[in-house]
T-cell receptor, first 116, second 113 residues
């Protein structure tokens, strides 16, 4: 079955330290991978995506993600965390259901808490 | 540029009552999605529209849920009758084209008592 896994329910990091939020996927074919962030009482905001090309993808707010095909992972990273980065992060993979139908499969989310 | 607009933001109803959610996508976005997000979970697709056509409604519980997108712009999602298990956040999203980045609205938090 095609799926996305976020193995950590919560990640805690001190402000200024690097952060990593993990994501692994299981899909047939080449994956289209996405990261979204959700702040309280807000909708999901697109951060970045990987479709093809360079394995290191840069996105909004200083975030980046590294696609690793052999490990089927797409971990989200940031060199220096900010308190304002505290939010719920979702990894998603786009899967083709039929020739004209696709869907985004989301992970269960990882809550990032950045402490001052 | 305005984002995806949803209303109401919050709704509390008693079970067996009907409820409707409204979504206005980003101008020019042909693809519109409705998602259901349960607490502690990622969003799950309910239905996708390409303009006014529902091209994927396989996950929509059609016995009580219905949706429409008249004129290919605004969309309404309806539940009738609502059940306790329908309590969740209903998210609307739109994208310029099929397969592009999806932009989400703030959602409607439904509580069924």
């Amino acid at each position: 079955a095609q799926s996305v896994a976020q193995p950590e329910d919560q990640v805690n990091v001190a402000e200024g330290n690097p952060l990593t939020v993990k994501c692994t996927y299981s899909v047939s074919g080449n994956p289209y991978l996405f990261w979204y962030v959700q702040y309280p009482n807000r909708g999901l905001q697109f951060l970045l995506k990987y479709i093809t090309g360079d394995n290191l993808v840069k996105g909004s707010y200083g975030f980046e993600a590294e696609f690793n095909k052999s490990q089927t992972s797409f971990h989200l990273k940031k060199p220096s965390a900010l308190v304002s980065d505290s939010a719920l992060y979702f990894c998603a993979v786009r899967v083709l259901v039929s020739y004209n139908t696709d869907k985004l499969i989301f992970g269960t989310g990882t809550r990032l808490q950045v402490f001052p | 540029e305005a984002g995806v607009v949803q209303s109401p933001r919050y709704k509390i109803i008693e079970k067996k009552q009907p409820v409707a959610f409204w979504c206005n996508p980003i101008s020019g976005h042909n693809t519109l999605y409705w998602y259901l997000q349960n607490l502690g979970q990622g969003p799950e697709l309910l239905i996708r529209y390409e303009n006014e056509e529902a091209v994927d409604d396989s996950q929509l519980p059609k016995d009580r849920f219905s949706a429409e997108r008249l004129k290919g712009v605004d969309s309404t999602l309806k539940i009738q009758p609502a059940e306790l298990g329908d309590s969740a956040v209903y998210l609307c999203a739109s994208s310029l084209v099929w397969g592009g980045e999806q932009y989400f609205g703030p959602g409607t938090r439904l509580t069924v008592t």
